[in-house]
């Protein structure tokens, strides 16, 4: 296995001292290295994969060295337009080297979100024009990175590493949590779908959160009509807006996380300008990217109440433990939306939390029975 600090220690012997992204489960070991290891101005957690793009191409502009950038192949996505616009060779021809971590490699188990994101990460690189290596536990980076980074300046033009599952060695992070609230994610949700109506319809988030509704519903025996929204993070509220807007005689509640909402933040004027009155966007802040290895966001320095109403949400409210979420839940329905919850949570989760036993299909149908559009 590749251990993080030899991997970093090449990449800086090479002129790599500056790393931005997005966090990844299979690059957790080399996040957590990273995060613990270099200064906050050295290391910068952006709110989505195409952010980091340009935060290394701002750094190459400024500094006139290249980036490291990371993700997970489902970040690909939003990195293609500024690779295909802005740091390609035949617009302005930036270096920079991006480190991949390959979901759902053929004939790598994984979950259904990632199984087509998986075939196709190699094409699109390659449909990029981004030479790439596929790296795994045994790869010599004493050779594999030097020849790779040669390319990368030689062309001024973003490489990339794919970088396989169990890569990495383990890296126990240094890093405190930034959370103080001791209510767990599990429980809050546990308490906010005993609180719905059964006529409520839930758009659930990316991650953890919609494997823990999945399995509280399922604990229930109740039907697992939620939406989850497995892939497309960052996504949730615009869902929910979407249905929110074609079922104006129901309740739709987006549970949300603080990662997922600052990926794709613009949603939030979006939702208010528009102003589905029929909207509860729930943000359920733990100030990380838990599910992927708790690496932090900054969700605990900024104030969400106030981009909500700035965004026209209506109201907004922020609880951190049971009582308070208990009390506010009836101010928050009887309030026409679009209106904001933040739950302040802890970090954490359960070891053998499952995965939805049932496939995205199935989800779509029983999800839209329930709405009643289907
Ligand atoms: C575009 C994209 N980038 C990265 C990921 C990997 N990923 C899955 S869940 C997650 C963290 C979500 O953080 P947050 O919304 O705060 O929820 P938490 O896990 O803390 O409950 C990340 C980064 C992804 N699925 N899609």
Redesign the pocket.
Known sequence: MIQPQHFCDILQAQGISFFCG????LLKNLCAYIDDNFATEKHIITA??GNAIALATGHYLGGGKAAMVY??N??L??TINPLTSLTDPQVYSIPMLLVVGWRGEPGVKDEPQHIKQGQVSEQQLAILDIPYVVLNSQSDLNQVLPQLLKVMTEQSRPVALLVRKDCFSPYKTQHKSLSNSQLQ?EHALTLLLDLFDPQDVVVS?????SREVFEIRQSRGQAASDFLTV?G??HTSSIAMGVALARADRRVIAI??????L?HLGALPIIGSHGPSNLVHIV?N?Q?????GGQP?V?GQINIGQMALASGYQEYWCVDDEASLKNKWSEVIATDGPVLLEVKIAIGSRDDLGRPSSSPIENKRAFMQHVGSA
């Open positions: 997005v966090p990844d489960s989505n994969e993700m997970q489902s970040g996505g939003n994610r988030t990316t991650g953890k959160t892939g993070m960052g949300d996380g603080d990662g997922s909402m990926m359920l733990n990380s990217h838990e599910s992927v966001t969700a």
